[in-house]
């Protein structure tokens, strides 16, 4: 087997929504402090591990239940195509919910001096549910991602916690800035995940996923990525406003929104959404450079 198809299968355009997330927290925690650098790389990597795991956990689970089968509209996976066994990516789920686990214990065990022993047994119970919720979402008897609870996952892991994590971690604290930026990367999440099931509508269907754009239909489910896309851009607006950031980045933070809400709107095709997870993943990226390059 060729090491290509392990990295198709780790799907590289959605690390980028990871990093993303995790930058912006650290961007909350540049407000406040200097960046602890060791801390920093081990929340990247604690995070990467995690959305590794949820993409090989997704694809084992989705081919289990049927949501990967040849009428799906997007490229094919893995475990489906038949390119890696069921046994090997459920022995490659073992082996980065462990790299998870580990990465996340050192990330406490650094942050303990400044979070304190109590705080770091309940982030641990937290990362250890971030570990099920990765799992859980396609897995199981009764997969949340098929009742369409992945939209709330998402906002919650994505959002909430990588950004507000990843401040109170270096700060022991978390400010005004942190929460907006949480809800700006967590809906730009969200609308990523809502791009991937309105190009699989057809595809869930059959299978009995229940995602938001199986729920709303097509017509909505475009109406509700413009309102998450819009509110990510609302909540950007804001943190421009209180960090008194250059007014150059008001109309760059616009731009970007605008043109994915554009290309989105242009889409008449359930194929047509493949290529838009791509281009907001990195738009988020560049949300957040942006934001770097601004303070």
């Keep these: 087997m060729k090491i290509t198809e392990w990295i198709k299968a780790a799907r590289l ?6 990093l993303s997330c995790i930058w912006a927290g650290l961007l909350s925690v540049q407000t406040v402090q200097k960046v602890d650098l060791l801390i920093s790389v081990f929340t990247f990597l604690t995070a990467l591990f995690l959305q590794i795991l949820s993409n090989f ?6 081919s289990i239940h049927g949501a990967d089968n040849t009428t799906r509209k997007g490229p094919s ?3 489906q195509s038949g390119v890696i066994t069921k046994e090997q990516m459920k022995f490659a789920m073992i082996i980065f919910a462990a790299l998870s686990f580990i ?3 050192f990330l406490l065990f650094l942050a303990e001096p400044i979070i304190g022993s109590t705080a770091v047994f309940s982030l641990l ?6 570990i099920a919720a990765a799992i859980a979402y396609t897995n199981g008897k009764r997969p949340y991602g098929y009742a369409g609870l992945g939209d709330i996952s998402v906002f919650i892991f994505f959002g909430l916690v990588a950004v507000l994590g990843t401040q109170y971690l270096q700060t022991a604290a978390i400010n005004k800035v942190a929460v907006w930026l949480a809800c700006a990367f967590g809906f730009l999440s969200v609308g990523v995940l809502n791009l991937n099931n309105m190009r699989d509508i057809s595809s869930d269907i059959l299978a009995g ?11 909505k489910a475009k109406i509700y990525h413009t309102l998450l896309l819009s509110l990510a851009l609302l909540c950007l607006l804001v943190v421009a406003n209180e960090l008194h950031l250059n007014a150059w980045v008001i109309p760059a933070f ?8 554009f290309l989105n709107n242009k889409v008449k095709e359930e194929i047509g959404f493949d290529p838009l997870l791509k281009w907001l993943s990195l738009s988020t990226f560049l949300l957040s450079i942006i934001l770097f390059m601004a303070l």
């Design 13 to 18: 355009r959605t690390l980028f929504l990871s």
């Design 57 to 62: 956990a997704n694809d084992y689970g989705d």
């Design 77 to 79: 996976r893995a475990v």
């Design 103 to 105: 990465s996340g214990c």
């Design 125 to 130: 119970g937290l990362g250890l549910a971030a």
């Design 209 to 219: 996923k229940k995602s938001i754009p199986v729920r709303l239909g097509l017509p």
């Design 254 to 261: 616009s731009f970007i929104i605008g043109l994915n809400l």
